[in-house]
């Protein structure tokens, strides 16, 4: 259970998060109306993925320790967000950076167990965007496997039907 906000390092060049003292490997967040706020599990998803999933499993060096997913969930009118939020992979900073857009009135009409399938799927499909990114052709992420073991993993705890 988190008892404190997860929040950037005092050192900005760090460019990492941590929850206490702890770095985070896989960090989730949203960009959303604050109507749908209650129905984001942005922590819940990114909890259960920390405990039961390594991100270097998926990479034979330790180029990749982070992966920063968005869900970004604005109304269609909106294209304040269209091209704010980076996508691909910074060697500097040792991240991944991708984030995908939910559909807002689908997303307002779905009660909570909808939402959190719907955020599940999206992460799923992030996934498979992660060989397309920007400087991931020369980074050996496995991104088949890490795809496969999410999708386990979200099928196990009952956030998407198992097929």
Not at 35 to 57: F, M, P, R, W, Y
Not at 66 to 76: A, K, S
Not at 98 to 116: C, G, I, M, T
Not at 142 to 151: A, G, L, T, W
């Amino acid at each position: 259970m988190i008892t404190q906000i997860i929040k950037p390092y005092p050192n900005a060049e760090k460019a990492t998060y941590q929850l206490g003292d702890k770095p985070r490997n896989f960090i989730i967040s949203a960009v959303c109306w604050h109507e749908l706020g209650a129905k984001l599990k942005c922590v819940q998803i990114e909890d259960t993925i920390a405990a039961n999933i390594k991100i270097s499993n998926y990479i034979d060096n330790q180029l990749v320790t982070r992966y920063f997913f968005i869900f970004i969930i604005v109304q269609p009118d909106n294209h304040l967000h269209d091209n704010r939020w980076q996508k691909g992979f910074s060697i500097k900073k040792n991240t991944l950076y991708n984030n995908l857009h939910l559909d807002y009135h689908q997303f307002e009409k779905a009660n909570e167990s909808e939402a959190l399938t719907m955020q599940a799927e999206a992460y799923l499909a992030g996934i498979l965007q992660i060989p397309t990114l920007r400087g991931m052709k020369k980074v050996a992420f496995d991104n088949q496997q890490f795809y496969q073991d999410c999708k386990t993993l979200f099928e196990n705890v009952g956030w998407i039907a198992k097929k």
